[in-house]
């Protein structure tokens, strides 16, 4: 019964097997993105001594474990105001140009060895335009609602994720240069070896900027600046309620998970195993590459998302631009002339393989 089913399922057409890939993936990013939230409750609670949310029940049981669909029963029946002054066709299709590319970009995201939706070689490439697509819908957002504060709120955050994309990809530069090719799977098979054969090793400055820019790219704290309460009153996003307010928010807990696989594909051998690299595992479970090793980097990265909004003060905007512009950038070139010293004389992960 399995071959068959297995069979029929190779005989499909490419594209129709590439459409339920996507619907799967989908379906169980929003999901995450749901439960994410509730994830993130419980482990601020823990980390400040209290309990996080324990009323809402899922099925009668679990307590907590219902307030993601709570929270989105609550935000859908809520009224939808646009203000009488805005533009009202981009103030309405703001939230879904933040909101697609977090989920378009999985599209090259190598899940296994054998599972990627669009098995591009220009991966790399693909997914920095569409990371950078992101900051027109914070401007459209925040420019449509002609609003003072929500167009400060959309000009703070767009100069803070232009700065900081600067950065992500003169980081991804010195990754591209340690793989050869701009294929997320290849970045990763390129990886195997074991955990001092990741590239987090050898680019580990590289690795510090992509993830000081993931958490800054993210609007996540101590970069939340664009929602400042105490200064802004929310940010770009102000004049939004109900659903359109629920698209921005989901965006931008899709968008940790995507950075946060991405991380672990460009620095941590996304489907490999840590073990890889020991005579004693080989032939194991433990050494075998698959999804739940990608997963569980995900798991451990969006945890440090966590861990930092619980654990720093938020900066000032004067000193998130000087991080951005005067260190991160500047550290990134050098580390990439660095690599490329130590490419030239095949030095570390470059020798030449006897």
């Given at each position: 019964?399995?071959?068959?089913?297995?069979?029929?399922?190779?005989?499909?057409?490419?594209?129709?097997?590439?459409?339920?890939?996507?619907?799967?993936v989908?379906?169980?990013?929003?999901?995450?993105?749901?439960?994410?939230?509730?994830?993130?409750?419980?482990?601020?609670?823990?980390?400040?001594?209290?309990?996080?949310?324990?009323?809402?029940?899922?099925?009668?049981?679990?307590?907590?474990?219902?307030?993601?669909?709570?929270?989105?029963?609550?935000?859908?029946i809520?009224?939808?105001i646009?203000?009488?002054?805005a533009?009202?066709l981009?103030?309405r299709?703001?939230?879904?140009?933040?909101?697609?590319?977090?989920f378009?970009?999985?599209?090259?995201?190598?899940?296994?060895?054998d599972?990627?939706?669009?098995?591009?070689?220009a991966?790399?490439?693909?997914?920095?335009s569409?990371?950078?697509?992101?900051?027109?819908?914070?401007?459209?957002?925040?420019?449509?609602?002609?609003?003072?504060?929500?167009?400060?709120?959309?000009?703070?955050?767009?100069?803070?994720?232009?700065?900081?994309?600067?950065?992500?990809?003169?980081?991804?530069?010195?990754?591209?240069?340690?793989?050869?090719s701009?294929?997320?799977?290849t970045?990763?098979?390129?990886q195997?070896g074991?955990?001092?054969?990741?590239?987090?090793?050898?680019?580990?400055?590289?690795?510090?900027?992509?993830?000081?820019?993931g958490?800054?790219?993210?609007?996540?704290?101590?970069?939340?600046?664009?929602?400042?309460e105490?200064?802004?009153?929310?940010?770009?996003?102000?004049?939004y309620?109900?659903?359109?307010f629920?698209?921005?928010f989901?965006?931008?807990?899709?968008?940790?998970?995507?950075?946060?696989?991405?991380?672990a594909?460009?620095?941590?051998?996304?489907?490999?195993?840590?073990?890889?690299?020991?005579?004693?595992?080989?032939?194991?479970?433990?050494?075998?590459?698959?999804?739940?090793?990608?997963?569980?980097?995900?798991?451990?990265?969006?945890?440090?998302?966590?861990?930092?909004?619980?654990?720093?003060?938020?900066?000032?905007?004067?000193?998130?631009?000087?991080?951005?512009?005067?260190?991160?950038?500047?550290?990134?070139?050098?580390?990439?002339?660095?690599?490329?010293v130590?490419?030239?004389?095949?030095?570390?992960?470059?020798?030449?393989?006897?």
């Amino acid at each position: 019964m399995l071959m068959q089913a297995l069979n029929l399922w190779q005989a499909l057409p490419q594209y129709v097997r590439s459409t339920v890939w996507i619907l799967i993936v989908t379906v169980v990013l929003i999901l995450c993105v749901a439960f994410l939230t509730l994830w993130e409750r419980k482990v601020l609670g823990w980390m400040q001594l209290r309990r996080g949310p324990n009323r809402v029940k899922l099925l009668g049981l679990f307590p907590g474990l219902g307030q993601p669909f709570a929270d989105v029963i609550k935000l859908l029946i809520k009224e939808i105001i646009v203000p009488a002054r805005a533009n009202k066709l981009l103030f309405r299709i703001a939230p879904a140009i933040a909101l697609v590319p977090a989920f378009a970009a999985w599209a090259v995201v190598p899940l296994s060895p054998d599972l990627t939706i669009a098995n591009v070689d220009a991966g790399l490439l693909y997914v920095l335009s569409l990371t950078s697509a992101a900051v027109y819908g914070v401007i459209l957002a925040g420019w449509a609602a002609n609003s003072k504060y929500a167009f400060l709120g959309a000009m703070r955050s767009a100069a803070q994720i232009v700065a900081y994309e600067i950065a992500m990809g003169f980081a991804l530069v010195g990754v591209l240069m340690a793989a050869g090719s701009l294929n997320l799977g290849t970045i990763v098979r390129q990886q195997h070896g074991g955990l001092l054969a990741w590239n987090w090793f050898w680019l580990f400055p590289l690795f510090i900027v992509y993830a000081i820019s993931g958490v800054a790219e993210t609007n996540r704290a101590p970069f939340d600046v664009a929602e400042g309460e105490s200064e802004i009153v929310a940010g770009f996003h102000v004049e939004y309620s109900g659903i359109g307010f629920a698209l921005f928010f989901l965006a931008e807990y899709a968008n940790m998970i995507l950075i946060s696989a991405l991380t672990a594909v460009f620095f941590f051998g996304g489907w490999l195993s840590p073990f890889d690299g020991f005579s004693w595992a080989q032939g194991t479970l433990l050494a075998a590459p698959s999804f739940a090793w990608l997963a569980l980097k995900i798991f451990l990265a969006l945890f440090c998302f966590i861990w930092f909004r619980a654990t720093f003060p938020r900066y000032r905007y004067d000193q998130i631009m000087r991080l951005g512009w005067k260190i991160l950038i500047p550290v990134t070139l050098v580390w990439i002339t660095v690599e490329g010293v130590l490419s030239y004389y095949q030095i570390g992960p470059w020798r030449p393989v006897s």
